[in-house]
C-alpha cells in the first residue's frame, strides 16, 4: 500500500504565507514526478506546480513568482511554499505522485486527501 499525506494548510491573510508538505509512504520502490492541484468550489481542478525526480519544475501562470515546489528525495516528500497569498488562491490542495510501488514495473498516480487553504481578511 502507498499513501499520500498532506499538510501545512489553513487559514491565512491576504499577503501571508503557507508552506504545505506531502509525504508519500508505504511499499515504494521510487517516486517519479510529484505535483500540486487545486481545486475551488465549483471550478475543476487545475495543476499548480509541478517537479520531476530531477528537480525540473513548472508553475501555474498566476503563481509563478509567488510560489515555490520542491522535493525531498530521501524523504519521499514534496512542497509546496506559498507567498504573497490572494483570495482567489482559496480552494482544497492535493498532492500527487508517479510511485512505482515494490513488486510492480509500472508507474501509477496517487493522490492525497487534500487539505484547505483559505485566504481571507
Known amino acids: 500500500q502507498v499513501h499520500l499525506v498532506e499538510s501545512g494548510g489553513g487559514l491565512v491573510q491576504p499577503g501571508g504565507s503557507l508552506r504545505l508538505s506531502c509525504a508519500a509512504s508505504?511499499?515504494?520502490?521510487?517516486?517519479?514526478?510529484m505535483g500540486w492541484y487545486r481545486q475551488a468550489p465549483g471550478k475543476q481542478r487545475e495543476l499548480v506546480a509541478t517537479i520531476t525526480s530531477g528537480g525540473s519544475t513548472n508553475y501555474l501562470d498566476s503563481v509563478k513568482g509567488r510560489f515555490t515546489i520542491s522535493r525531498d528525495n530521501a524523504k519521499n516528500t514534496v512542497y509546496l511554499q506559498m507567498n504573497s497569498l490572494k483570495p482567489e488562491d482559496t480552494a482544497v490542495y492535493y498532492c500527487n505522485a508517479g510511485i512505482i510501488p515494490y513488486g510492480s514495473i509500472w508507474s501509477r498516480v496517487y493522490w492525497g486527501q487534500g487539505t484547505q487553504v483559505t485566504v481571507s481578511s
Open positions: 508505504g511499499s515504494i520502490f521510487s517516486v517519479n514526478g
